[in-house]
């Protein structure tokens, strides 16, 4: 099986504690983004990287943070300081000479209690 | 600064009607331009794109799109929609040469099929 895989597919946590979220693809791709979504605003990018031990912040990194030390692996961890954490986060991919063009994981569907 | 408006947050419509989803966007640079489809608690699912040549691109389910660059525009359109065509679809923009790699989203639009 392959693609891009996302877990959990839900997540609850009790508000003032970190969480990590997972995002795997055996594609080979470079890029790997985080986008949080809330009903109403669209997609807004969080972090992203383009290779190994690099990664950019997104418009709204405050209160999350990431690793790059595969190729394969992106994971996001949404830490205490960020005020609003409950959405649907959602990982993608994309390769360099695609235009750009991003596929899209599953989802993860956080909620804080 | 590349933004991207989509025009109405919901569209109901009846099966069988034709649907048109608006998009507009803004950017000083030549662009390329994207569909994306979301059933419910799912990811994004890629339906069409314009990246160059013909400005009228198709999907394998029946939707098309036609850029206009004199309206900065790439609307979606289906002559006959389906109750499976219930979802959210998102428009998205990136530019000729982004260095970042990023995609610039709408807020997308909610089609409701009704039978």
């Known amino acids: 099986d392959g693609g891009i895989t996302q877990s959990p597919k839900y997540l609850f946590r009790k508000e003032g504690q970190n969480v990590t979220l997972s995002c795997e693809q055996n594609l080979n791709h470079d890029a790997m983004y985080w986008y949080r ?15 190994v031990n690099d990664f950019q912040k997104g ?8 690793s790059r030390e595969k190729k394969e692996s992106f ?8 005020k609003n954490p409950t959405a649907f986060y959602l990982c993608a991919i994309g390769k360099a000479g695609m235009h750009n063009e991003q596929f899209f994981g599953p989802g993860t569907r956080l909620t804080v209690l | 600064a590349q933004s991207v408006t989509q025009l109405d947050s919901q569209v109901p419509v009846f099966e069988e009607a034709p649907v048109e989803l608006r998009c507009n966007y803004s950017s000083s640079v030549s662009v390329y331009l994207f569909w994306y489809v979301q059933y419910p608690n799912q990811g994004l699912q890629l339906l069409l794109k314009y990246l160059s040549g013909s400005t009228l691109v198709e999907s394998i389910n029946g939707f098309e799109a036609e850029f206009n660059k004199s309206q900065t525009s790439f609307h979606l359109r289906k002559p006959s929609v389906h109750i499976s065509d219930t979802a959210e679809y998102f428009c998205a923009v990136s530019d000729y040469g982004g260095s970042q790699g990023n995609l610039i989203f709408g807020k997308g639009t909610k089609l409701s099929v009704k039978p």
């Open chain 1, 75 to 82: 994971p996001l961890t949404v830490t205490s300081a960020q």
């Open chain 1, 37 to 51: 979504q809330d009903p109403g605003q669209g997609l807004r990018l969080i972090y992203y990287s383009q290779i």
């Open chain 1, 59 to 66: 418009d709204i990194a405050e209160g999350y943070s990431v």
